[in-house]
C-alpha cells in the first residue's frame, strides 16, 4: 500500500488551490500534473508570497528515501540551477549600488580575463549567455573545479566557443564562476560570502551557496531522474560536441547523479549550480526583489529597485540555444516566460534548476515563488512546478 502524503504547513484562505496542486504532485497518477511512476514527487517544498507575505508554505513526503527520513519546515535542498537567479541578484544589487557596471569589460576589473581575444566581452553577455564561454576548456580535476582558483584561471585563459554577442548558449556552470569572480574582484568577497552577507543575511534566508558543515544533516537526499542518467546524457549531448562539454563538463566530471549528494559539492562555491535551500528561502528572496517584506526578519527590506527590475528583465535573448537547442527568451540573469513555463506570468522572471526547481517574482502580481524537491525530473519544463505556478496565478488574478 502506497504511503498516505500529508501537506504540512501554512495556507491562508483563498490560497488552497496551491496547496491541492502541490499535494497533486505526490500521485503518480494524478493527470493533471503530467506525473507518472518516475516523475512524482518524494519529498518536496512550495512556498508564494503575495505583496509581501507568504499566503503559502507547505512541505511533505520523505528527505531521505534511504532511512525514511520524512521533509520538515526546515529541510534543505539542492537547487542546481535555481542558484542562477541568486547569483543574479548579486550582480544586480553590486550595480544598483554602484560597485559594478554590467557593460564593462570584465578585463576592466579581471585583466587575466582579456586572454584570447576576450578583452571586450562584458558581463552582461555572460548573465545572458552570450559571452562564448559555455564550456570550460582544459583538463581539470574535480578537486581543481571545486577549489576555484583553478577553474576561474582556466577560463580566463581560454578562447571562446564562439563569436560573443552573435549567439547566446546557455553557460551551464561557467555563468557562475565567471559572475562570481567578478564579484570576488570587486568585493575582496566570494559570491556565496556576498550573497550570505547582502542577501541572504538581511532577510533571514535559510539559502547557502557554500554549505557550513554544521547545516549539513539538513539537507535532502538527491533522487536522480535516471538510473543510467551518465548514458543517457551523453548520448543526448554527445561528448565530443559544445553541447556535451557544456553539460558535462568541465572535463566531463558531471552528470545529475548520486554526485550531488556528497559533502565537496555541497560545501564549494558553484555560484551556477549548488545552492542549498528551501522554498520559503527562494520564494522570499523573489518576493524582496520587487516588494518590501512585511513580518519577521528583514522587515521592510527590499533589494532591487524598479530601475535595477527593469534592466535585469530587458529582454536580450529570444529563439533557439546553442546549447539546450531549445527556444529560450532571456534577460540579464533571469530566464523570462514563457522559458520559465507556460503557465508562468507574461511579467515575470526567474530561475529553474535541473530536475524540477524553481524561484520567480512576477511584478504585476506580486508574487514571489519558490518550489524545490529530492526527485529529479528529465525535461526542460517541470510539470509539477509549472502545475503549482498554474494555480497560484490564477488566485493572484
Known amino acids: 500500500m502506497e504511503p498516505v502524503i ?3 504547513g501554512d495556507v491562508e484562505p483563498g490560497w488552497g488551490a496551491v496547496a491541492d496542486a502541490f499535494l497533486a504532485n505526490f500521485d503518480p497518477a494524478h493527470s493533471g500534473s503530467g506525473a507518472s511512476a518516475r516523475t512524482s514527487d518524494v519529498g518536496a517544498a512550495c512556498c508564494v508570497y503575495s505583496d ?7 512541505w511533505a513526503g520523505i528527505a531521505d528515501p534511504a532511512t525514511g527520513r520524512s521533509w520538515d519546515h526546515d529541510t534543505l535542498a539542492l537547487a542546481f540551477s535555481t542558484t542562477k537567479g541568486a547569483t543574479a541578484v548579486c550582480a544586480h544589487l553590486l550595480a544598483q549600488r554602484g560597485g559594478l557596471d554590467l557593460d564593462t569589460p570584465i578585463a576592466s576589473v579581471w585583466p587575466e580575463f582579456a586572454a584570447n581575444n576576450k ?3 562584458p558581463l552582461r553577455w555572460v548573465l545572458s549567455h552570450q559571452s562564448g564561454l559555455a564550456a570550460v576548456e582544459g583538463d581539470l580535476t574535480l578537486a ?3 577549489a576555484w582558483d583553478p577553474v576561474v584561471e582556466a577560463l580566463a585563459a581560454q578562447a571562446v566557443n564562439w563569436e560573443p554577442g552573435t549567439a547566446h548558449g546557455y553557460h551551464v556552470r561557467s555563468y557562475g564562476w565567471i559572475v562570481g569572480e567578478v564579484v570576488r574582484r570587486v568585493t575582496g568577497r566570494t559570491l556565496g560570502r556576498y550573497f550570505a552577507d547582502e542577501v541572504a543575511g538581511p532577510l533571514g534566508l535559510d539559502f547557502w ?4 558543515e554544521a547545516e549539513e544533516a539538513r539537507v535532502s537526499t ?4 535516471h538510473p543510467d542518467i551518465r548514458e543517457l546524457m551523453a548520448a543526448f549531448y554527445p561528448p565530443d560536441t ?5 553539460m558535462a563538463g568541465p572535463s566531463d566530471l558531471f552528470a545529475y547523479d548520486e554526485m550531488w549528494n556528497e559533502r565537496a559539492l555541497h560545501a564549494a562555491e558553484m555560484p551556477s549550480s549548488n545552492g542549498i535551500t528551501t522554498a520559503r528561502a527562494v520564494a522570499r528572496m523573489y518576493a524582496a526583489t520587487i516588494g518590501t517584506i512585511n513580518g519577521g526578519v528583514g522587515d521592510g527590506v527590499r533589494l532591487l529597485d524598479a530601475a535595477t527590475i527593469v534592466d535585469a528583465t530587458r529582454v536580450l535573448c529570444d529563439g ?3 546549447i539546450t537547442g531549445m527556444p529560450m527568451r532571456i534577460g540579464s540573469g533571469f530566464m523570462l516566460a514563457p522559458t520559465l513555463g507556460p503557465s508562468a506570468p507574461a511579467s515575470a522572471f526567474g530561475h529553474s534548476g535541473a530536475g524540477g526547481s524553481l524561484g520567480l517574482a512576477d511584478p504585476e502580481s506580486g508574487l514571489g515563488f519558490g518550489y524545490v524537491m529530492n526527485r529529479m525530473v528529465l525535461g526542460n519544463v517541470d510539470p509539477r512546478a509549472d502545475s503549482i505556478v498554474a494555480a497560484a496565478s490564477l488566485v493572484a488574478g
Do not use: F, H, K, S
Not at 509581501?52 to 507547505?58: E, F, S
Not at 551557496?209 to 557550513?212: A, E, K
Open 6 to 8: 500529508t501537506v504540512q
Open 52 to 58: 509581501g507575505r507568504p499566503v503559502v508554505d507547505v
Open 119 to 121: 578583452a571586450e566581452i
Open 144 to 146: 581543481e573545479v571545486l
Open 209 to 212: 551557496i557554500g554549505l557550513p
Open 222 to 225: 538527491v533522487v536522480p531522474p
Open 242 to 246: 559544445l553541447a556535451g562539454r557544456a
Open 320 to 322: 533557439p540555444d546553442l
